[in-house]
């Protein structure tokens, strides 16, 4: 029947028949699992709906088998304890490779090696525990003892490195690996990614406690009279390029923004100069799949905002009318996160076996 104009001009459809998609109440009497409850969220509305439809993304990626699927991490996000959740990524084979800020991975260390980060109290004076020797990031704590116990990790393992191989990110996390295979009781995230053959790049490297720890090295080799040993990021850049070029289909999963995000991305546009610029005869190699957890808003205009069809003007990613695929979340990571992932691992069937957790010291217990 056609439908007839109002006073105002308005023709009022019926939504049914405009085939539109109902959202639900939430129902909490019928969850039961983690799956429940994000597949519930998603017929919402608001962050709930995002985090519904951005774990549909993520299976998507972790059931595309020709879909090689890169994590990118910043913040402090092993201090908020989200790391068992980056090994259940790895652990499970959704991840293939990781692109991290070096303060993640120095924090995730720390767990590995069984040592606890703390609770702050608001009544603590921040001079107070500088001069205690307790780092804070927002409420939680980072004793300094922790930071002392993996320069005495980063030592060993660059203490035996060959004088003729040249230092990078990847090798260097890499051989952190495997020194946690041998003597780590726990799991920690350079752990699980050696035994999954997962390589991990820290792009911005002095920014980090593990390149503060490397600067102390090489002074310890001076005094020493030894060379210093050589670091080339381009190591990794051409180690991550090399990978990305063998794929056939790439996903992102990018958790916050920064560095790792835009090191990461930019392979797009290296790929594309390589062709355009006559270095290599390749086709357009853009990622097919993004999700991003972040709650920076995208009108401050910088990267970790920036949506993902922006970037499709980058030749970064696949334009959704070719078959792109995204998702973005604006939240805190440490609540989105562990539904989004909890709930994928869910569906693909996976659950960590053993249920070990990272050996921990009783405080004021000497060091190992």
Not at 120 to 137: H, I, Q, S, T
Request: overall charge neutral; charged content about 25%; aromatic content about 8%.
């Amino acid at each position: 029947m056609a439908k007839k104009k109002g006073a105002t001009g308005r023709i009022l459809h019926d939504p049914v028949e405009d085939r539109l998609t109902p959202i639900y109440p939430l129902d909490l009497s019928r969850i039961h699992t983690i799956d429940d409850m994000v597949r519930a969220m998603s017929q919402t509305a608001y962050t709930a709906r995002q985090i519904g439809d951005a774990a549909d993304v993520l299976e998507a990626m972790a059931r595309d088998k020709d879909c090689f699927i890169v994590m990118t991490l910043s913040g402090a996000l092993t201090v908020g304890k989200m790391g068992l959740v980056f090994c259940d990524l790895v652990e499970s084979g959704i991840v293939k490779a990781i692109v991290s800020t070096g303060a993640l991975m120095a924090h995730g260390l720390v767990e590995a090696t069984g040592r606890s980060h703390f609770r702050y109290d608001p009544k603590m004076d921040d001079n107070e525990l500088f001069l205690a020797g307790y780092n804070r990031v927002y409420d939680s704590l980072e004793p300094e003892v922790n930071l002392d116990a993996v320069e005495v990790v980063v030592d060993h393992v660059l203490q035996n490195w060959p004088d003729n191989e040249v230092v990078c990110s990847w090798r260097l996390n890499l051989r952190i690996g495997e020194y946690l295979v041998r003597h780590a009781k726990g799991r920690g995230i350079l752990k699980s990614c050696i035994e999954h053959n997962v390589p991990v790049f820290v792009p911005a490297f002095t920014d980090s406690e593990l390149g503060i720890d490397f600067a102390l090295y090489q002074r310890q080799r001076k005094m020493e009279g030894k060379a210093p040993l050589r670091f080339d990021p381009f190591l990794d850049f051409e180690h991550y390029a090399k990978t990305m070029l063998a794929t056939k289909r790439m996903g992102i999963f990018t958790i916050g923004g920064g560095v790792p995000r835009n090191w990461a991305q930019q392979f797009g546009v290296y790929a594309e100069l390589l062709a355009r610029r006559g270095y290599e005869k390749i086709p357009l190699k853009r990622y097919n799949y993004g999700l991003r957890i972040c709650p920076e808003p995208v009108n401050w205009g910088g990267l970790s905002g920036s949506t993902y069809t922006e970037a499709v003007s980058w030749g970064k990613f696949v334009p959704l009318e070719e078959g792109g695929r995204f998702a973005e979340v604006l939240d805190d990571a440490t609540v989105a996160l562990p539904l989004i992932v909890g709930a994928v691992l869910e569906r693909l069937g996976y659950r960590h076996k053993g249920g070990s957790k990272p050996a921990r010291r009783a405080p004021g217990a000497p060091r190992k």
